[in-house]
């Protein structure tokens, strides 16, 4: 008998440490193990009774906060019932999920706890990913299963978060290529890889709707969600093709702005013969035909994806430097005045029609006509043309690369001999001068035409050189 007690002593004793090293237990507390099979057989609160008894006050903390958080976890269940609010009801599901989380391996929750929490993640899955949130509810399956345990009420949502994958998938290798094409430069590559792209995009629209139709999940509000998403691909790459070939039109408009801009090459500038600047007009006027005519063939192979209104900009940009360049060519004609205005700056006419690139609204000005001369013995005289539009606030500005004095006339000086004759007057703002810059202020009120006469003053070197150019609001500017 007595042999018979101390095995049976030797088997409690047994169970005893086996239990407490499951808990994480070593020192044989009798309160921490039959605390934790009080929760398991009779329900949490009944963990309490024993784990208040512990002596020790951090391991009693420990063991009594279970019940907190067991608690804190179960009335966040308990206080979605009756709530529609997606928002809350996925802070709830994941509040307890926390709560739960953060117990003993050792502590099991109520059956009933479980379901209710298995009932509203499934819920929760759903709604995130209806919001394409596929992060989260798949972190949120997974939790889910780990902390309530298996169940085929998750079979639908598994299947949906496959899907769902898998179409995120498709969808993230097609946005790859496509951040990838947007970084082609050229305009006609970018193009041609936008138009096979936007075809191999058409094929895997059809594997998607393949794999959704065949899915028994596909009409579910989450893989609808991601079967949309992925269609707008489609909406995104024919938005990126329409900018495409909206670049390419304006790169015609951008050649022809150069070509008119063109700088005549061999000679210094004021050393061109009226003839030589009219034929380099000519041969402007024709290169600038060829761009255009380049253009509307590009225009009529690509009719559908054109955008008639930047094609319309281009045409009038056209039609307005063939104008101008017509405006120019009748003032070169006039050669024996021309010829007495002194040297002409290149390109001769400026204005904000051209504007330089990188100009913004606020300090927008126009691309240069450029001066310089060597070996000069005394003041010098040039001319150009300026278009600013009536009722227009632009200004004038010559800039040097040193500081000799420029005066700037609204008529002929007939290369200084009219200056003193004809008490002619200085337009420059003095007061305005920003270091080597002789501003016109309101040029387009101040000049008689669309000629403005400059003088260049005898500098300390017998070599100079400068620019001349069309502000918005040079005072701007300079702020």
Known sequence: MKKSLKVLFVVLLTALVVSCESTEVIDGDPNVAAGINAWNSRGPDAATAYWTDIEEPAKQKKYLNYVTLFNAGKNALDGTDGVKNSGKLVSASNTALAKFKALDPALELPADVKEKGIDLSVKCIDILLSQENLNDANNMYTQSVKIYGKSDKYNTVAKELDVCKSIEAKRKNAVEESDRIKEIEDVDERIKELTSFKESLADSEAEVRNLVNNSGVGKTAGVSAFEKRFKKLNQDVAIQLEGAYRDKIYEYKERIGEEFARQMTGKENGNYKLEEILEHYQSIEKNIDAIYAELLDFAAKHEKNVDQD???????????????????????????????????????????????????????????????????????????????????????????????????????????????KNNLKDLVSRSSRVGNSWPVLNAGSQLKGSNYFFEIDKGKTEDYSGEVVVYSSFITRMR
Do not use: C, H
């Open 310 to 420: 930047v094609l319309d900009e281009v045409t009038l940009q056209k039609k307005d430097l063939s104008a101008k360049i017509a405006q120019i060519n009748k003032e070169i004609a006039r050669e024996k005045e021309i010829a007495s205005r002194g040297k002409t700056v290149m390109p001769l006419m400026i204005g904000l029609f051209n504007p330089a690139p990188g100009s913004t609204a606020e300090s927008k000005k126009s691309r240069p006509a450029k001066f310089s001369a060597t070996k000069q013995k005394k003041a010098e005289y040039w001319w150009g043309m300026v278009s600013i539009p009536k009722g227009e606030m632009n200004d004038l500005v010559i800039t040097l690369k040193d500081n000799r004095n420029v005066r700037v006339f609204n008529e002929n000086t007939k290369s200084g001999k009219l200056i003193e």
